[in-house]
């Protein structure tokens, strides 16, 4: 049975660094775009936006430069419906914002990012700068491995502050989101596995699995093995396959209390914009456990979640709850269907 703290201020607080995305528009190459769109992006207010716009309450812990750049993440923070209290403002002489570039890719052109991140505000934050009371202000603390691998200094910081939640009774929500551009599989097994025994919630693909931290076996070993071993909670398992850039098929597994859970993927997804879905997934499924506490409920809204989030511009998800029960219902159905909702 899933229990988790009561009474508390937040459902989920995420832990990250926010960049600037800045996009080339109608599927331009970056090498001939002339303009940019710009958005907010990162992993863990990918999260903590989706939860909050279906009902769930969020908070983010970052650093931003201060400035109209850092003005300008704070309000897209604030447009996803999350909290910006714990926001902190770096006015070092070297305070900087991360930026990627990316470009929508047309079969048999694939998608692409550049990151510009080192050195950002965000890998400067430290454990002294979050306030002391907030470790006691959660259901769930989200963290992706991105954070593990940026810097450092922030790596010390996500750690620590893993820890401080977990102390205080919080369900840690941890992302093997592995970026080869960021470390080595070597640096990254050896510092994600030193995590795995604080997390309750863990989100791993089966090719990070198999890849990176060198599991073996069917995927149901595989996913059993991360609970017996580090005594996770819940254990989920995107499953996407790309048939082209602008045409996807995704469903996810979920093993808890050594029960697996699915349904039947979502087949011939129109991808608009795939950056996020994966932390749209995760969103949904954290949404469903603090709302519903049943793990088919949340493994529904996180499909359902993930597949709509291809749809949309940015790295945000934008979907209300009733949004995405009709989106579930939908899915369930055999019958002919409305082609437009009016």
Known sequence: ???????????????????????????????????????????????????????????LLTKLPSGKLGHFIRNRVRYGDVSDDYIVYDDSPAKRLGIYYSESGAYPRKSAVIYDRAGSSATTLTIDEIPADIYEKTKIFHVSSISLAIGEGLRATAIEAIRRFKAAGAKISFDVNYRATLWSEEEAKKVVESVFPYVDFLFVSEETSRRMLRRVGTLEEIMRGYAKDYGCTLVATTQREVVSPMRHNFGSKILFEDEFYEEPPYMGIEVIDRIGSGDAYIAGVLYGLVKCGDIRRALEIGNALSAVKNTILGDLPASSIDEIEGVIRAHKSSGKQDEMIR
């Open 1 to 59: 049975m899933l229990t988790l703290k009561q009474n508390t201020e937040f459902d989920i607080i995420g832990l990250g660094e926010v960049m600037l995305r800045l996009s080339a528009p109608n599927k331009e190459k970056i090498s001939q775009s002339e303009v940019f769109e710009k958005e907010a992006a990162g992993t863990e207010l990918n999260v903590a936006s989706g939860a909050a716009m279906l009902g769930a309450r969020s908070a």
